[in-house]
């Protein structure tokens, strides 16, 4: 009976996703992906075994990147995403992959027919993604699979009664990789699986970050603070002192940027400011502002290298971006916003090097706080005991894949 409630209730959302498409750009652009025909490297090794890794988005997609390079030489790697923001960014990176497309829509058939497709030798979930048809499918054709990186609260969905019939699925994985000690006595209670604590594995990616950062702040001669991911809201809090705080340097990345966002920004802003953009190639040879807008993706990331505090945003609204790829510089970290998903996050508050705010009075305060006290002369030792608990995960999911 469950599975049918489960089979109604995904033909109901799936026909709200194709109606809400017809006015929607997110809602459509997960349509018309599944459209798409698969993207193949020509050059394929038959003589390679398949690895299938399943990203939902493109968070997923940058944590699963360790796993792509320290397994390509051996596998075959195929690529799976949910949503655009994955897709569209994978698509241009084609040495991270041998085949690339969307995730059908979750139901017999249609996942039959992907995975006879990729013929995988093993599947790993990068973090979430539990759709039964899938995993049915995987099970019924002796495919092992994985998920690394998973976060799961006393509310998870496998935790309710009505969905003991995917959670059966989900125990049936080879291996369960979790981000932390609440994940973990959770999955012990749920699963009878093997199920280990490896960390936040997204430090593995950060400290690839800095091992390949293609540039940075450096030319900012004075205070830099960059405000990462921020949305409307954060912004709010941030203009009083980015217009008065004259001797400092502000680097803002909006979460959206779209044009009609960035001139919104601008406008707000006023005339002291340049485009990221339009500086990329040269902010070391010339004169710039004390204000930076980034309308580019995918440069945030190492833009935090030239950081002396900074500002993660998305708590006060959508959900906090990842506080990460900013810590593993061994900077000041800012928040603000609900941190109960966020247990990252509340491991740098308890350590002194992180502070939430919820004012703009509160963000001087701290400001002043991180610029007295600004070497946290134990912030590296801290990371990288972080990422050698994370190395872990990739000792065992070498136990599981070369056997």
């Not at 050059?43 to 699963?64: F, R």
């Not at 995917?166 to 981000?179: E, T, Y």
Request: with cysteine; aromatic share 10%.
């Amino acid at each position: 009976m469950n599975t049918l409630l489960y089979s109604v209730g995904l033909s109901v959302y799936y026909g709200l996703v194709r109606i809400a498409s017809l006015f929607n750009k997110r809602a459509k652009a997960l349509i018309d992906g599944r459209k798409l025909d698969s993207v193949q490297n020509p050059k394929v090794d038959q003589s390679l075994p398949n690895m299938w890794i399943h990203c939902a988005s493109h968070g997923e997609y940058e944590t699963a990147k360790p796993l792509i390079k320290r397994y390509q030489s051996t596998h075959q790697i195929h690529l799976t995403f949910y949503s655009p923001s994955g897709y569209q960014v994978a698509i241009n990176e084609q040495e991270f992959w041998r085949s690339i497309r969307y995730l059908p829509f979750d139901g017999h058939r249609q996942m039959t027919k992907l995975v006879e497709e990729i013929n995988p030798n093993v599947v790993i979930f990068i973090q979430y993604e539990y759709w039964y048809y899938l995993l049915q499918t995987l099970v019924d054709k002796n495919v092992p699979y994985i998920y690394y990186g998973v976060k799961l609260s006393s509310n998870h969905i496998l935790s309710k009664r009505y969905m003991k019939f995917l959670k059966d699925k989900v125990n049936q994985s080879r291996l369960i990789l979790v981000r932390d000690d609440d994940s973990l006595k959770l999955s012990k209670k749920l699963f009878n699986t093997s199920v280990y604590n490896v960390g936040d594995v997204r430090w593995l990616q950060a400290k690839a970050n800095i091992q390949t950062n293609p540039f940075d702040l450096d030319h900012l001669e004075t205070h830099t603070i960059v405000l990462g991911s921020v949305w409307k809201e954060d912004l709010s809090l941030w203009l009083p002192i980015i217009h008065q705080r004259l001797d400092l340097n502000f680097v803002i990345a909006p979460h959206n940027i779209s044009p009609q966002n960035i001139q919104a920004i601008q406008n707000s802003i006023g005339t002291d400011h340049q485009l990221y953009s339009q500086k990329k190639n040269n902010l070391t040879t010339q004169t710039q502002s004390r204000i930076i807008i980034v309308d580019t993706i995918g440069d945030l990331k190492y833009l935090y290298k030239g950081a002396t505090i900074v500002y993660i945003g998305g708590g006060l609204g959508d959900g906090l971006h990842n506080c990460i790829e900013a810590a593993v510089y061994a900077v000041p970290v800012i928040v603000s916003g609900d941190l109960d998903n966020n247990p990252e996050v509340k491991k740098l508050i308890d350590n002194g090097y992180s502070t939430r705010i919820n004012s703009s009075e509160e963000i001087t305060e701290t400001i002043s706080k991180y610029m007295t006290n600004a070497q946290l002369e134990s912030y590296e030792s801290y990371i990288a005991a972080e990422i050698a608990q994370c190395q872990k995960a990739l000792s065992l999911l070498d136990s599981e894949i070369y056997v």
